[in-house]
């Protein structure tokens, strides 16, 4: 009898309050999408395991010239950013989830080439190298575009801030362990990519299979067009990133033709760099408040800053102290990017606008070496010194030239709003 009479009282409860069920839902389903994007953010700069073993690896093929063990590290970069501009117009034809395991699978078996067979030829090496960085590629965008997706105004800003600070400390354990793991043999620094093995299971569990989403009509916005505030951002996170990647590139050799260390102390200055980064990364919603429309500016000046201790001094505390101010400027450079390009286009376009920063990024990693070695040569002797004073003026430029080009594009839009 009670079974009759309290299941239409169940039932009308049930219908009044769906609203607060789908609430519910829809919270836990974006926990679980937080978790997936964390959990395959934290691998994402697992290709930065090389930059504390390039000395071993030009030790152990004495015969290949310098440039060709550089890219080793920068052939990522190239690939991320060819793959990058890829993955934004793939994720509307493939569901975002397919992408990001495929990305994932093929770091994977990068990482476990490069364990198993990168002693045996620098090409293998290379060519584990390309399918580490068509992984990074694709995960580097995904990541930005599930965020931009499902979370909205500050709410977006701010887990672009957490994302940064999951991919740097996630990248301060990875570079840890494969500082230690140097100490047995420099190709054992690949184990670290047995990582992946638990991110794989956690994003099949947690990320939902969507189907792609479709450019929405809209006559108020102007189809396929990117504005000037996503080229202009694409240009300075370009600059930015070819001036900052002087650091990872040149800071094993640095130690050790100064002998100031071994594989294990560039681990750590690289670790010091991801540890501070994701720090920053967990205040970049407070840093953003305070700084305001200063925030790319003071990226720029700190990474300055923190190479000109290096340039003058030289020793082992000058390159912790230049790494972590170069993690700060990182973590406050990326995630302020990728909000401004995706909020300043069509939600349509957003994962196009994210892909061209990120490629923009990772283009100035791989030509890093490429025209910082020229100018190295041109107007000093080629070392490590002269990259470090070359960067230092191009930064402290650049700060300039973001000031004066923010102005104008913000008082455009003023312009544009009238």
Known sequence: ???????????????????????????????KIKIAIFAFSSVLMASMTASAILADISVHFPEVDKSIIQMVLTIPALLGMIFALVSG????????????????YCSFIGGSIAFFMGTISIYILLFSSVLIGIGQGINATMSMALIADYFK??????????????????????????????????NFSYAVYLLYIPVI?????????????????????????????????CFIFFCFSTLIYVLPTNISLFISNNGLGDATSSGLAN?????????????????????????????????????????????????????????????????SIMFIVSSS??????????????????????????????LANQFGNGGEIIKFLIAIIGLFALSVIVLIGTHIIAKDKLRLIE
Not at 6 to 24: A, K, M
């Open 89 to 104: 117009p793939l994720s509307t034809k493939i569901s975002k989830k397919t992408l990001v395991l495929s990305a994932l």
């Open 345 to 374: 286009v069509a939600p349509s376009m957003s994962a196009t606008a994210i892909a061209m920063a990120g490629a923009s990024s990772s283009f100035g990693m791989f030509v890093s070496p490429l025209i910082i070695n020229s």
């Open 201 to 233: 299971f956690i994003v099949v569990k947690n990320l939902s299979n969507d189907p792609p989403i479709h450019p929405i009509e809209d006559n108020h916005i102007p189809k396929g067009k990117l504005n000037l505030s996503v080229y202009f951002m």
């Open 271 to 335: 670790s010091l760099m991801s540890g501070v980064g994701a720090l920053t990364g967990f205040g970049y919603g407070y840093l953003k408040r305070v700084l305001k429309n200063f925030v790319i500016p003071s990226a720029f000046i700190v990474g300055a800053l923190g190479m000109l201790p290096l340039f003058i001094i030289g020793n082992l505390p000058s390159v912790f102290f230049a790494t972590a101010c170069a993690g700060f400027g990182l973590s406050l450079m990326f995630p």
């Open 1 to 31: 009898m009670c079974t009759y009479i309290w299941t239409p009282v169940f039932i009308y409860v049930l219908i009044n309050n769906s609203h607060y069920i789908r609430f519910w839902s829809d919270l836990m389903d974006k926990k």
């Open 153 to 186: 105004d500050d709410e977006c800003s701010s887990l672009m801030g957490l994302q940064s600070a999951f991919v740097n400390g996630g990248s301060m354990v990875i570079l840890l362990l494969a500082g230690i793991l140097a100490g047995i043999n420099w």
